[in-house]
């Protein structure tokens, strides 16, 4: 079966910093472009962060440069967001998407991606 799997997800005080990792079983996340994105219950879910398959070109949303940080270990079929400076608004359920073949100008559309994890809470306490 293929899966997307986030992990590292959880409760940290404003200021503070968590990292999440995205994994994949049945395939291997070298060659796919990968998606961090977020949502806040009643409201839609919005890009974060995006990486290419080559690590060559990767992009953040506005409300999170300079403090979160995209990359990938590709023998350890991983990609990281690194989340510093934590806010109360950072607080959501922040998933992971992978696909293959985007345009950079693709990578930040929800519609573009086909695979997905289930999702990993985020809760930024004031």
């Given at each position: 079966?293929?899966?997307?799997?986030?992990s590292?997800?959880?409760?940290?005080?404003?200021?503070?910093s968590?990292?999440?990792?995205?994994t994949?079983?049945g395939?291997?996340?070298n060659?796919?472009?990968?998606?961090?994105?977020?949502q806040?219950?009643?409201?839609?879910r919005?890009?974060?962060?995006?990486?290419?398959?080559?690590?060559?070109?990767?992009?953040?949303?506005?409300?999170v440069?300079g403090?979160?940080t995209?990359?990938?270990?590709?023998?350890?079929n991983?990609v990281?967001l690194?989340m510093?400076?934590?806010?109360p608004?950072d607080t959501?359920?922040?998933?992971?998407a992978?696909?293959?073949g985007l345009?950079?100008?693709r990578?930040?559309?929800e519609?573009?991606?086909?695979?997905?994890?289930q999702?990993n809470q985020?809760?930024v306490?004031?």
């Amino acid at each position: 079966e293929v899966q997307v799997v986030e992990s590292g997800g959880g409760l940290v005080q404003a200021g503070g910093s968590l990292i999440l990792s995205c994994t994949a079983s049945g395939f291997t996340l070298n060659g796919y472009d990968i998606g961090w994105f977020r949502q806040v219950p009643g409201k839609e879910r919005e890009v974060v962060s995006c990486i290419s398959k080559n690590d060559d070109n990767n992009d953040y949303a506005d409300a999170v440069k300079g403090r979160f940080t995209i990359s990938r270990d590709n023998p350890k079929n991983t990609v990281y967001l690194q989340m510093n400076s934590l806010k109360p608004e950072d607080t959501a359920v922040y998933y992971c998407a992978a696909d293959v073949g985007l345009l950079r100008a693709r990578m930040a559309i929800e519609a573009e991606y086909d695979y997905w994890g289930q999702g990993n809470q985020v809760t930024v306490s004031p």
